[in-house]
């Protein structure tokens, strides 16, 4: 690997061409190791569940908890009913920062195609919710108090400020990933290269080198809660509408 991006190329590693590309890429791996991951979860809990918990099962309740708490919070108890979209977002973010921090991993959140469609998705599906259960009352979202001259363009702001929601929720989440690997990148190879020095540079290297890993451990659960935190806050605008 010559380039600190190169990590985060798309590979195809079997091609199939039937009329359409439908080949098989190296981003696909960690969602079939997701999707192995939650069906594993899914089967470890199903009518499995004890009155005294073990360490894992607890860890699992701890989680619950916090997405009820986070709901409760920036939405109110009418938004339990969503809980088990924040619930699978958050985990499916977390666990993909998660794979990308182990060796040779694949940083999935990085690739902003892919969390552009996710992200896309959500908001489309948050405006939809809006209009069903507000009806055209929910577009007064987008006409604020203010004098009459104003209101054409002010109109023209907040239409804007919501659909760069989507490209917001994204990019957000693409870059800090994408920084972050890249910088881990830089710090190996630094590493690497002093050792050639003197080996016992090796240490000072390695220590600087955890440091940055744990900063990276620490990011993975903030983006993943902080992506859940804003698809709060915009289904909290979906369910209240112009009201509040």
Not at 209 to 228: D, I, M, N, P, T
């Amino acid at each position: 690997m010559f380039s600190p991006l190169e990590q985060f190329d798309a590979i195809r590693l079997i091609p199939i061409t039937f009329y359409i590309d439908l080949s098989f890429f190296n981003i696909l791996l960690p969602l079939i190791l997701l999707i192995a991951l939650f069906a594993i979860i899914t089967n470890l809990f199903k009518n499995n569940y004890k009155l005294i918990p073990t360490s894992i099962q607890r860890l699992f309740e701890m989680l619950i908890e916090f997405i009820f708490n986070l709901i409760k919070q920036q939405i109110g108890k009418e938004g339990y009913i969503f809980f088990p979209l924040i619930f699978t977002l958050f985990n499916f973010v977390l666990i993909c920062n998660l794979i990308s921090l182990i060796p040779f991993g694949i940083a999935l959140t990085s690739h902003i195609i892919l969390i552009m469609w996710l992200s896309l998705s959500i908001c489309l599906s948050i405006f939809i919710n809006g209009i069903y259960m507000h009806n055209l009352q929910f577009l007064k979202i987008f006409i604020p108090e203010c004098p009459f001259v104003l209101l054409p363009m002010l109109i023209f702001i907040e239409i804007f400020s919501y659909v760069i929601r989507a490209f917001s929720l994204a990019i957000r989440l693409s870059a800090n990933i994408m920084a972050g690997h890249t910088l881990v990148f830089i710090i190996s190879s630094f590493v690497l290269n002093i050792t050639q020095i003197k080996f016992w540079f090796f240490f000072l290297g390695f220590g600087l080198l955890f440091a940055v890993l744990f900063l990276e451990l620490g990011v993975a659960f903030l983006q993943a809660y902080v992506f859940s935190v804003l698809v709060c806050i915009y289904l909290n605008d979906s369910i209240k509408g112009a009201s509040h």
